[in-house]
């Protein structure tokens, strides 16, 4: 059983057109990330979000937190081929241990010229 | 900048070795996890450690174990490598904070198992 949900898992676009992909789970997150990860490389943080309503902007990208702490979304405007990659969302459930990140299976983004 | 080193980028080794896996970060961070990692399956941890010699199981431990003598270092060990441990193992290291953790993470090691 997925503890976070991610969807789409794949999601191919042009150059210009704007996406949204989406974390969800039945579970409260004391705290959630954003990370990005390029073939044969570790994920990269983008963003960690903690407040129910949080939305945080970072350039074309805004990551939102759900009121209720249990989704969150990443909506990319005007994609360019430089956005392609893995997108994955983490969170530490709230009552787990410090350390304990879950991870969602992860969206593959390809953005065409 | 945080950096978490693993040791080899690509392994190859035979059903039934003995595997390490070494990761060291320089951040003097006192978490550190081994992930591994599968197409559509995410990454699901293995192992984590939460401070020298401290260790707890993760989701999938089964075939492994782990060992931390000093803080910087997290080690994975494979005791008999199996073709279904062929994968990508991604390290990380964070620091605690009361809402959670920010990972920091190893370039990965690909391991083949044959």
């Known amino acids: 059983t997925q503890l976070l949900e991610q969807s789409p898992q794949f999601l191919s676009i042009q150059e210009g057109e704007n996406l949204t992909v989406y974390c969800n789970s039945s579970?409260?997150?004391?705290?959630l990330q954003w990370y990005r990860q390029e073939p044969g490389e570790g994920p990269v943080l983008l963003v960690t979000?903690?407040?129910?309503?949080e939305v945080k902007k970072l350039k074309r990208l805004t990551f939102q937190f759900g009121d209720a702490r249990k989704d969150s979304s990443l909506h990319i405007t005007a994609a360019q081929p430089g956005d392609t990659g893995l997108y994955l969302c983490?969170?530490?459930?709230?009552?787990?241990?410090?350390?304990?990140?879950?991870f969602g299976q992860g969206t593959i983004l390809t953005v065409h010229p | 900048d945080v950096k978490v080193t693993q040791s080899s980028r690509y392994l190859v080794k035979r059903t039934g070795e003995k595997v390490f896996l070494e990761c060291v970060q320089d951040?003097?961070?006192?978490?550190m996890f081994w992930y591994r990692q599968d197409p559509g399956l995410g990454l699901r941890l293995i192992y984590f450690s939460y401070d020298v010699k401290m260790k707890e199981k993760g989701d999938i431990p089964e075939g492994y174990s782990v060992s931390r003598e000093k803080k910087e270092r997290f080690s994975l060990i494979l005791e008999s490598a199996s073709t279904n441990q062929t994968s990508m193992y991604l390290c990380?290291?964070?620091?605690?904070?009361?809402?959670?953790?920010?990972?920091?993470f190893g370039q990965g090691t690909r391991l083949t198992v044959v």
């Open positions: 990380a290291s964070s620091l605690s904070l009361p809402q959670g953790s920010l990972a920091f």
């Open positions: 979000v903690v407040t129910g309503g």
């Open positions: 951040m003097d961070h006192e978490n």
């Open positions: 579970s409260v997150f004391s705290s």
């Open positions: 983490a969170g530490k459930i709230r009552g787990t241990s410090y350390g304990k990140l879950t």
